[in-house]
């Protein structure tokens, strides 16, 4: 009668109207727990058995731990004055032990600490005098089987063999999470279940109430294990419904056909100075097949560092641009649009610079738009890419403002994907004529798993290059531990002068710019090392008057003026006398940037970047037909694991087996991430490292279910669950669709 009373409340529910709000704002703060669904879905981190003590050994430092032990010795010291006694604990798990220290109120706890007695003891590591420590710790003590009136949070703590470990912090340990969990679940009304009911049949899955029921209090093992399998296909599954809708509705609207007819693209192929690789080929008859047809192609490609995609997709663009539409090319920063901007003209030569000045009617012109262009040639590229002139048009964001209209655009052509979000991408897509959408290539150098294909980019097909082009040599690359080897630093700077005086280039790359501005660009910060990384401006300085002084050195990074930074590429890249020979520089050159003489890549401070961030910036030398040399320099600990980071970019220059062994060592984190930005799920138990069968089973059963009921009119729980994690945002972007 008691249970029948209680309010039911919905997943969508505040916590504060149920737990009140000083126990929600504790949530809030400690994991962005804001609702009822979030707080259940705060799944334990594993299951301490009342029979089974944890194993101390394995403690680390520093981290907050809840551990299951027993109480082997007390003792309290007494206060002086009108100070307070002082306890000291030790628990041990039959191997190792654990101290526990209260500086106050020892009287107190000893009343209640006894020696034998078990519990849960949660707080921060800490080590004094060599042993390692917990100060102040939270506790939970397993009550006797004669003691009727512990307080019901310990009994119910303790009512099953199988005892949720959660996620805590040092105002919320495990027991009061659990307790909050167990309050929430006796009100909870669980309306519709996210998964359809045909789809829980065909893969035998439990409802989403027995879900939660058995992993946050579980009575056997088996109960864990189906709850786990239940809520990992769910994710995947709702996951692949967001991405098979987006599909779905990128291609709802026809994209005009733009056949392959026309001299531009059979006079480019007839220059170009080198033969495709078969990969190239390959992947080029894909694109041509697919922007003759009337639905829009939405295609990635990715592949290896100088694989040759962007001559692939300017086959696409001219493909295009010869039926009469335009192209646009999409460019994060103004480097890589500069650098774009360059190699393209380099490439198409005559061709483009329009039929008036060429003298060829097939000729094209080829414009570039960033913010930092003066206002009356801005003014000119926006006219001429509205009046059509401008047959392909390469630029930054400043192509996604509402002046830059298009007569006929016809291809969107996106480089380095990741920088962009789905809905930035769509805003330039949308620029076509009305009723249409333009076809769509996203590029990135940063070779993808295929598991992390189908999960990130899921609603687009995907082409791959994996020969690199002829003449490309493999890139040496070593690292060199400064601190233990400080003569091989010495041989660093020795061989940069060494090919400075052949007419080489050399990049030296620092994590961060430096001076007294606030960082925007420090690298990865999983390094082992305790000082500031080390930064452009000081590494520069320190370069000039000592090992490189007889070398012409400058600085590059994002607080340059984009007039400034490719005026320095282009000293950089030339052979004339003056010219730059080394650039200091942050990961503002970590993509698409092109110098034929570069030769050489000193990353500092390797350790704080990350692997695909090494091999990109790898992927700068040995472009021309010359070797390419990596030299990775570290701080780090022989034996930590950004060293063993750094040894296997050094072992392979095979992108795609790095891909897998950062997806290995990152996990996934927010797996959709900017990328897909707008979703606000992380996989909180899908590895899609470890679990591609359940993606690959979720993503054919999500895609039929889609293209049955695209609104998912019949399943109103998924729906429910794919407005939860795509936000209002992508919701609009997919009703707009």
Known sequence: MVKDSVPKVLLSTRLGA???????????????????????????????????????????????????????????????????????????????????????????????????????????????????????????????????????????????????????????????????????MEQVEFEDDSLPAQIKTKYNLISAQ??????????????????????????????????????????????????????????????????????????????????????????????????????????????????????????????????????????????????????????????????????AAKRQVLAEIANGEAGIVIGTHALLEEQAQFRDLGIVVVDEQHRFGVEQRDRLRERAQAGTRPHLLVMTATPIPRTVAMTVFGDLDVSQLTTLPAGRKEIATHVVASLEQPAHLARVWQRIVEEAKLGHRIFIVCPRIGGDQAEDDVADPSSDQKRPPLAVLDVLEKLQAGPLAELKLAALHGRLPDEEKSALMAKFNSTQPGAIEVLVCTTVIEVGVDVPIATMMVVLDADRFGIAQLHQLRGRVGRGGLPGLCVLVSEAEPDSVARARLAAVAATNDGFVLAEVDLEQRREGNILGATQSGLKSKLRLLEVTKHAEVVEVARTAAFELVAADPQLRNHAGLQQAVATIVGEEGADWLDKS
Do not use: C
């Not at 007390?74 to 009108?82: A, D, F, L, Q, S």
């Open 18 to 184: 149920v737990l009140g709000d000083a126990t929600a704002k504790a949530l809030t703060a400690a994991f962005e727990i804001n609702d009822v669904e979030g707080l259940l879905r705060h799944y334990p981190r594993r299951y301490a058995e009342r029979g089974e003590l944890t194993d101390l050994a394995q403690l680390v430092p520093g981290e907050h731990a809840t551990v299951m032990a027993e109480i082997s010795r007390v003792n309290e010291i007494p206060g002086r004055g009108k100070a307070g006694s002082r306890l000291e604990v030790t628990v041990t798990d039959g191997t190792a032990n654990l101290d526990l220290a209260f500086f106050a109120h020892g009287r107190w706890h000893r009343s209640k600490l006894k020696v034998g007695a078990r519990g849960l003891f949660a707080g921060k590591v800490g080590e004094f005098r060599g042993r390692r420590q917990l100060a102040h710790p939270e506790y939970a003590l397993i009550p006797e089987a004669d003691e009727e009136d512990v307080a019901s949070e310990i009994a119910e703590t303790f009512a099953n063999a199988l005892i949720p470990v959660y996620p805590a912090s040092a105002k919320l340990p495990s027991w009061r999470i659990a307790r909050a969990i167990a309050i929430v």
């Open 210 to 375: 027995e879900a939660f029921t058995k992993i946050h209090k579980p009575i056997t093992k088996p109960d864990i294990a189906m709850a786990i399998e239940r809520f990992r296909f769910e994710e995947a599954f709702v996951l692949q419904t967001v991405l098979a809708q987006r599909r779905l509705a990128a291609l709802a609207i026809p994209a005009i056909a733009r056949t392959r007819g026309g001299e531009l693209l059979d006079q480019f192929d007839a220059q170009l100075p080198f033969e495709l690789t078969p990969g190239q080929i390959q992947v080029a008859d894909q694109l041509t097949a697919e922007i003759r047809e009337s639905q829009p192609m939405n295609r990635l490609l990715h592949g290896e560092v100088g694989a040759g995609k962007t001559v692939v997709a300017l086959r696409a663009m001219l493909q295009v641009v010869q039926a009469g539409g335009q192209a646009a090319l999409l460019a994060p920063t103004s480097v890589l649009a500069n650098q774009h901007f360059q190699s393209i003209s380099k490439l198409l030569g005559e061709l483009g610079i329009g039929p008036l000045l060429s003298g060829n009617p097939v000729a094209t012109k080829v414009a570039l738009l960033t913010g930092s262009l003066p206002a």
